[in-house]
């Protein structure tokens, strides 16, 4: 399985194909050299088919992480069809070059002289093209397109044929350090135009990712509101550790649970936006920033259902309204089965439950990948693997994140990823007992999340035809309230007067 090895893969395939796409145009027109060229451009050629083949196939079989619905198709047309174009036009070609012969002088030489002009591209275009597509792939793999659009795949398609231009017009003539006999010297301005050609193509290249990157990123929004309710903070010492809250506003109560990293910053903007209607407590969950951690190695979801209810009692009240997102709404669907009677209404946002997904085991492989991670290399490198599964969350989110959470939070990766993250996403939500219990739930998921297919927005759908109530799409992403805090907080204030 592909899981923990999809970018590392991904970068070797990268490698091997610009390896033999330079070795494949430097080849010399006759003597050993060329023949022991050809033979390392044929291995180096050979290991990127098979590397791209298993990449595919990883794909193909939904073992990789990066095959959510709609993204898999440009994965393999950046893997697969560069590939195959290579195995039909470039290797045969290759093959037929390293054909040995004896000469007069009785050296091993090749069958045919090498091909020039357009011969010659014929067989060093599709290499370096697949090494274009496996970075443009590479490129794809780290962007975080919340929804693919045609600009998308105009530019890899417009890249690919500038490569294809540039390298044909550079083989249209052999330059002078590796003309056979008797061939005229190449002309001083067909080299300078080679050379301008070249560094065009580079050029090119750069401003189009530079327009892809403007014309798809997402508008960052207006700035955060500025603090304008006080802050009451607080503790309460529950089971063994101290849990610290925040408390803004006044009316309904209204408990905000932080998902993974577990930090009251998380919805710092959208409960200043939230405190003009409602009551609004958010807190570091146990063993994250300012919460103590005196026992890391039992973490529950049942306690953490408990730890929410004794959060809310001690902020004065003994039921409220529950928002969680992410590893919080696991909390509140266990608020809603265990604790019916602290809660008003449950918004589940985005839940990571990926066992009530027909694809739940590959979610679970992968989240088990990034907890083997942690131990085999770090916990900074697992979270990171870790973020890459969030595909639908644009980079310019974590732009708006509130002053000193990244000091924070950055202590709890460990915790996280060693000790929340596989009981979190192992546990299932007891539907019928919720159902059974009559808790007002509703389901909710961004839109941008729910049009990139990923696995936590997959979900909302699901569980909500379980529970029998409605999914609700909240506007933007996963951290939506974050970056968009006045649009996203007016979604939740209308989903909770509605229920």
């Known amino acids: 399985m592909l899981y923990g090895i999809d970018i590392p893969l991904a970068l070797g395939l990268l490698a091997l194909w610009l390896a033999a796409g330079i070795l494949v145009g430097r080849l010399p027109t006759s003597g050993l050299q060329r023949r022991r060229r050809v033979r390392g451009a044929l291995l180096l050629t050979w290991a990127a088919l098979v590397a791209a083949g298993g990449y595919g196939l990883g794909i193909l079989a939904g073992l990789s992480w990066v095959a959510t619905p709609g993204h898999a198709w440009l994965y393999l047309m950046l893997t697969a069809l560069p590939a195959a174009v290579v195995g039909v036009v470039a290797v045969p070609r290759m093959r037929a070059i390293r054909a040995p012969t004896v000469t007069g002088e009785g050296l091993a030489d090749a069958a045919e002289e090498l091909p020039v002009g357009a011969a010659q591209a014929s067989l060093v275009v599709p290499v370096q093209a697949a090494a274009l597509a496996a970075l443009v792939n590479l490129y794809f793999l780290f962007a975080p397109y919340p929804v693919l659009r045609a600009i998308d795949v105009a530019v890899p398609v417009v890249l690919l044929a500038l490569w294809t231009a540039a390298t044909v017009f550079r083989h249209a003539r052999r330059g002078p350090a590796a003309r056979a006999p008797g061939q005229r010297q190449v002309p001083r301005r067909t080299r300078i135009a080679r050379i301008a050609t070249s560094f065009g193509t580079v050029v090119a290249f750069v401003i189009a990712w530079a327009g892809v990157g403007v014309a798809t990123a997402p508008d960052a929004g207006p700035e955060p509101p500025a603090p304008a309710h006080s802050v009451r903070t607080g503790t309460v010492a529950t089971e063994g550790d101290e849990l610290y809250f925040e408390v803004r506003g006044d009316g309904p109560p209204l408990l905000m649970i932080p998902g993974g990293l577990g930090d009251a910053g998380f919805y710092e903007h959208a409960a200043e936006v939230l405190a003009e209607d409602y009551r609004v407590i958010s807190y570091d969950r146990r063993g994250n920033s300012r919460s103590t951690r005196n026992f890391p190695s039992s973490f529950e979801v049942a306690q953490q259902a408990r730890d929410a209810v004794a959060v809310m009692q001690a902020a004065g009240h003994d039921s409220a309204h529950v928002f969680g997102n992410s590893a919080g709404a696991i909390i509140a669907f266990e608020l809603a089965a265990e ?149 996203w907080s007016q979604s939740l204030r209308d989903t909770l007067e509605d229920e």
């Open 339 to 487: 604790h019916p009677g602290h809660v008003q209404t449950v918004v589940a946002h985005e839940p990571p439950s990926v066992q009530v997904l027909t694809d739940g085991e590959k979610w679970l492989g992968m989240f088990a990948s990034v907890y083997r991670t942690s131990f085999v290399l770090d916990p900074a490198t697992a979270n990171m693997q870790f973020s890459l599964s969030l595909r639908a969350v644009p980079f310019s989110a974590f732009g708006h994140t509130p002053e000193g959470f990244g000091e924070r939070t950055e202590a709890n990766q460990d915790f996280f990823i060693r000790h929340e993250m596989l009981p979190l996403v192992n546990y299932r939500p007891d539907t019928a007992r919720i159902a059974a219990n009559g808790v007002d739930i509703v389901v909710a998921a961004g839109q941008l999340t729910l049009a990139s297919g990923t696995y936590y927005g997959r979900t909302a759908p699901v569980l909500a035809a379980e529970l029998g109530h409605r999914a609700v799409a909240f506007p933007g992403h996963h951290l939506s309230y974050m970056d968009t805090p006045e649009e």
